[in-house]
C-alpha cells in the first residue's frame, strides 16, 4: 500500500460511464439511431467503420453495452458499495430526441434518466452528466452534416435546455462534449466517432472542415452555459478536454519549440472554452494555410459570454514530438507527429503510461486556464482473467490508478491546483469506444460478456473494487 495525501473535504469521489458504451437497449424506450449505433466492432489491429445500413450479420457492440439500461439498479448500488460520492455519465441524445430534429421531446426518455438521477440520488451518489458523449443524432449528420451546419447548434442548444430544465435540482455538474478536442486526429481513424458528426466530402480540405464544425460546437457550448446560468445560477458547466500533454522528445530547443507548437495546436479548444476567445497564433494559423472558418461577431460575443465554469478532462497518457527536418515550419499534425518516448512504458494497446504526466499536466492547466477541474476520466485498458472462484486480480490496474492519484494529489497538496473531483475510467466494464472491444477492459466492476456481446452480464467485484473503496473510505491517504 502507497500512503497518499488525504483530500480537502467534500472533494468527490467516483467513476465514470459514457451512455453508448455501457447502456444497450438501443432500441428501448423510443430511442433513435445516433452514430454509436452504426459502429462496427474492431479491435487492436482493425479500425471501426461506420455501417450505417446496420446490416444484418454485422457486430455492434453499442447495441448492448452491458445492458445498464436494465441493471442500473443494481449497478448504482454497487457503485454506493464502493463508497462513491459521485457517478459521471452521459444522455444518449437519442433517448431525448431520437432523430434530433424532433419539436418536442421523448418522455421515455427523460423518464428513464429520472429514475437513474433518482437512483443516484437516494445513495447518496451526485450524477454528474456529459450531454454528448461521441454521440449525435444519425440523421443530424446524415441530412444535417452534423456540426458544420448551424442548424445543429439549435438542436443541440435545445436538448441542453431540455436537460438543464428537467434535470437542473438533480445534477448540478454538466459538461457539454466529451474530449472536444480530439477531433485534431479525425481525418484518420474512425470518422464518425466524433461529437461533431462530420463526414468528408470527396476532395475537402479535412483541417477546415474541423475547425469549421469545432467553431460551432464551442458557439453551442457555449450558449449551453449560458442557458444553463439562466435556468439555475447554481449550475456548473464543464468543457471536457482529452489531455495528454506532448513532451519534446529532448532539450533541443526546436525539439522544445515543436511541442509548444503540438500543444496549443491540441488545446486550443480549451483555451477558447475557458477565455471565451480565440488565441492570436490560431488566426494567424488560418489565415496562413488559407483556412476560412466562419466566425460571425455574434459567435464572438457568445464565446465570451458562455466561458466554462470549470475545466473537465480525461488523462490516460502523454506523448512525444521531435522536430523533423521536412517540417521545417513544424505543422503538428496529430495522426503522424508523434514519436515514443523512451522513458515510459506501454499499455497492451501501446498507450503510454506516464503518472507523472498527470501532475504536469494539471499545473499546465491550472497555470493557463486558472479554473477548478475535474478529473472526469482516468484508467487502465487491460486484458482480465476470471478465477474459477470468480475473482480478477486486476493488480495492474490498481498500481496505474494509484500512480496516477498519487500524482493528482501532489498536484493539489504540494502544487495548490483546485480540483473538484475524481472519476476513474471506468466505473463498470464498458465497451472500449476506439476498438469496440470488451475485452480491453477498464472497469473496477467486472461484466460477464465477451466482444461478440455473448455472457451472463453478471456482475463481480475485481481487487480493484475493493482497493479504491478503502481509497475513498481513507479520502485518498491509503493508496
Ligand atoms: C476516452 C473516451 O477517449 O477514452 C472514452 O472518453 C473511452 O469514451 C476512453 O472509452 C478509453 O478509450 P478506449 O478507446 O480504450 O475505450
Known sequence: MTKGYKMPEGFLWGG???????????????????????????????????????????????????????????????????????????????????????ATPNEEGLAFYDDVFDTCLANGIQPIVTLSHFEIPLKLVQEYGGFRNRQVVDFFTKFAEVCFRRYHDKVKYWMTFNEINNQTNWHDPHPLLQNSGLILEDGENWEEAMFQAAHLELVASAQA????????????????????????????????????????????????????????WLLN???????????????????????VDYVGFSYYNSGAVEYKADNPDMVYDESNSQVPNPYVPRSDWGWQIDPVGLRYAMNWMQARWNKPMFIVENGFGAYDTVEADGSVHDDYRIKYLSDHIEQMEKAVVEDGCQLIG????????????????????????????????????????????????????TNGAEL
Open 16 to 102: 465514470a460511464t459514457a451512455a453508448h458504451q455501457v447502456e444497450g437497449g438501443w432500441q428501448e424506450g423510443g430511442k433513435g439511431l445516433s452514430i454509436a449505433d452504426v459502429m462496427r466492432a474492431g479491435s487492436k489491429d482493425v479500425k471501426r467503420v461506420e455501417d450505417p445500413a446496420v446490416l444484418d450479420g454485422q457486430i455492434y457492440p453499442n447495441h448492448w453495452g452491458v445492458e445498464f439500461y436494465s441493471h442500473y439498479k443494481e449497478d448504482i448500488k454497487l457503485f454506493a458499495e464502493m463508497g462513491f460520492s459521485c457517478f459521471r455519465l452521459s444522455i444518449a441524445w437519442t433517448r431525448i430526441f431520437p432523430n434530433g430534429d424532433e
Open 285 to 307: 494559423y488560418w489565415a496562413k494555410r488559407d483556412i476560412h472558418v466562419d466566425v460571425t461577431e455574434a459567435d464572438e460575443a457568445i464565446l465570451k459570454a458562455g466561458a
Open 225 to 280: 452555459v449560458q442557458i444553463a446560468h439562466a435556468i439555475d445560477p447554481t449550475l456548473q458547466v464543464g468543457d471536457m478536454i482529452a489531455m495528454s500533454p506532448i513532451y519534446p522528445l529532448t532539450a533541443k530547443p526546436q525539439d522544445v519549440m515543436m511541442a509548444e507548437r503540438a500543444m496549443r495546436y491540441r488545446y486550443y479548444f480549451g483555451d477558447v472554452h475557458a477565455l471565451g476567445e480565440y488565441p492570436a
Open 422 to 473: 475524481y472519476t476513474p475510467w471506468s466505473a463498470i466494464d464498458i465497451v472500449s469506444a476506439s476498438t469496440g472491444e470488451m475485452k480491453k477492459r477498464y472497469g473496477l466492476i467486472f461484466v460477464d460478456a465477451d466482444d461478440a456481446g455473448q455472457g451472463s452480464f453478471k456482475r463481480s467485484r475485481k481487487d480493484s473494487f475493493y482497493w479504491y473503496q478503502n481509497v475513498i473510505k
